[in-house]
Every structure is written in structure tokens, then in C-alpha cells.
């Protein structure tokens, strides 16, 4: 009963072993500045039992490189002791740092295997992401900013940013989330101060290649990847897109949360930074007693708002 109840209010079943964490489903998106992922992150944890967390400024990615430098470092099987089934074993090196430790330091072990230095990383992204009580599912979005703005890089984002946290989760799922409108994306203000990208056809051509190999990655790892589009989730009129994204995801798509996909479309597109307009009532006393309402519009200023050698986050 209790497993039932748990399930019921969307957590997950207790059990801390790894083998547990590592069946958890888990959910991630990536996405292009200005895409409506923010929107996206919105609908999915309206789900039961979601907990899709925001950016994480590429923290997963240099864990990845740890991980493999680490795994790199030398294979060997523990000496003195029996190798272990279906383990393999990474050597570390202690290396003197600063001063030799103090005798009454343990000696760090020599070897760690595979599994519990994966198992310790997963620990880690849990303890940050999925806290106990376990959400049925989580994960987070990312931009991945500094990978996709060099060509050159990108594949870091399939090696650390996908294939790397399915090593930790093979359970999860990459939502790739862009804009059809690709001009007006590469337009906004959060691509717009870009330094090596300064004319809009620069930047086009550049995320034209970003979409092109998210939808190429795609495409060959249908079972565990999706391409979504800003247009495709919020068309109220055409929900096949938004269908198909909650049978790749195998949940229900329910009216309430088809209204909520939508209902943005219909309220507000979505607009930069710079188009935002707010307006505020003032209430004054005048001299003679009596009160009056007066209006004033707000408008937000990039060019006041950021450090212009560092664009804002989406």
C-alpha cells in the first residue's frame, strides 16, 4: 500500500541503490535561446510527479569530462583482491598537492570502480535535481550556450550533454526544443549581442546548423529523442505536434494540459526583453485633499539592464 500511496502523489518508490537510481525515469530538454523552453518547462511540471529543473549553466557537462578523464586515467584489476564480475576498474593517481598529507591521513584507494564512481555522479545529480521524496520523473533544460555558439564544439553537447546522463540514466528522454521562426529567434536580444555573430544573416546561417544537427540526432535516436518547436506546442488549432510529444514521453495528454500548452498562443506571443511593456497605477494626493490615478509605462532596457560583455540568460 504504502508503494501505492508514494506512486499515487507522483513520487517515486523508495531505494537508494544505485541500481534503483539508475531506473528512474528522467526528462531533458535543450533548447535554443529564446525558444519558449521556459514555456515547455512550465507544461511538463504540470504534470504529476514531474520536476524539471531550470539551467544549470553546463554544470553536467564538465562533470562528464571528469567522469571520462577520470575513467581514462589507467583500467586495472584491484590487486589483492578478486575481480569482480561485470566491473571494470579505473586507477587513480595521488598526485602531491600544496603539502604531503599528514601521516594520520588515510591513503586515498587506489583504484575506484567504474560503477561506484558512476553511481557517485548519479547520487550527486539526484541530491541537486530529484531530492527525496524521488519525483516519478525529472531533469532539467539547457541551453548549452558556450558549445552551440562554436561549431567546432557541438558534439560536446551529444557526448556530455546526452549520451554521457544516459550512462547515469538509461531511462531518460532529450526533448530538442527550438523555433520554426528561426530569424526572429536569432533576432532577439538574447542572441542579438552576440560578439561573433554580428549580422542576423551570421547568425541565422550559424543556428540553421545548431537546428540541423539537433534534428539530424534526432532523427537517428528516435527512442529517445524528440525535436519540439515552439510553433508545434502552442498551436491551438493543430495539436498533432503536442500529441506526438506526449506519446513519445508516454503520458497522457489531458484537455488541461492541451489548454495550457495553447493557451499561450492566445494570451501573449512570446516577446524579447526590449518589447516588454508594463503599466502601473499612481495613486497622488493632490493639495486640496482630493486623490487622482495616474498611469506610467515601464519599459525594459537591455542596454541598462546586462553587462554588455555578457548576454543574458533566457
Known amino acids: 500500500m504504502a508503494r501505492k500511496r508514494s506512486a499515487a502523489k507522483g513520487f517515486a518508490p523508495k531505494g537508494d541503490g544505485c541500481e534503483a537510481l539508475k531506473r528512474l525515469r528522467a526528462v531533458f530538454i535543450i533548447a535554443l535561446g529564446r525558444s519558449g523552453s521556459s514555456h515547455l518547462l512550465h507544461v511538463l511540471n504540470s504534470l504529476p510527479g514531474y520536476r524539471i529543473s531550470g539551467e544549470t549553466d553546463n554544470a ?42 599528514p601521516a594520520s591521513v588515510p591513503s586515498l584507494p587506489e583504484t575506484v570502480s567504474e560503477s561506484d564512481l558512476l553511481c557517485s555522479m548519479r547520487q550527486l545529480m539526484l541530491l541537486l535535481h ?34 554521457f546522463i544516459r550512462v547515469l540514466f538509461p531511462r531518460a528522454k532529450f526533448i530538442f526544443h527550438y523555433r520554426q521562426n528561426l530569424s526572429r529567434a536569432v533576432n532577439s536580444d538574447f542572441w542579438h549581442r552576440e560578439t561573433l555573430l554580428k549580422s542576423h544573416s551570421e547568425r541565422l546561417h550559424h543556428f540553421s ?24 506546442v502552442t498551436d491551438k488549432y493543430n495539436t498533432t505536434h503536442l500529441y506526438n510529444l506526449f506519446a513519445f514521453l508516454e503520458e497522457p495528454l489531458t484537455g488541461r494540459i492541451r489548454r495550457l500548452a495553447t493557451a499561450r498562443a492566445q494570451r501573449q506571443k512570446l516577446k524579447d526583453w526590449s518589447e516588454e511593456r508594463h503599466t502601473r497605477r499612481i495613486y497622488k494626493r493632490l493639495a486640496n485633499g482630493s486623490l487622482v490615478v495616474e498611469t506610467k509605462d515601464f519599459a525594459f532596457t537591455t542596454q541598462t539592464a546586462f553587462d554588455s560583455t555578457e548576454p543574458p540568460h533566457s
Do not use: M
Not at 213 to 220: F, M, N, S
Open 60 to 101: 553536467w557537462v564538465h562533470l562528464g569530462w571528469f567522469a571520462r578523464a577520470r575513467l581514462a586515467a589507467g583500467i586495472s584489476a584491484r590487486s589483492g583482491a578478486a575481480k569482480k564480475p561485470n566491473h571494470t576498474y579505473a586507477t587513480l593517481q595521488r598526485k602531491p598537492y600544496h603539502s604531503p598529507l
Open 130 to 163: 530529484n531530492p527525496q521524496p524521488h519525483a516519478r520523473v525529472f531533469g532539467f533544460k539547457e541551453i548549452y550556450s558556450p558549445f552551440i555558439r562554436n561549431l567546432s564544439l557541438i558534439g560536446e553537447v551529444f557526448s556530455q550533454g546526452v549520451e
Open 209 to 232: 546548423v545548431v537546428v540541423k544537427h539537433y534534428l539530424d540526432y534526432a532523427g537517428t535516436h528516435p527512442d529517445y529523442c524528440f525535436a519540439s518547436t515552439l510553433e508545434g
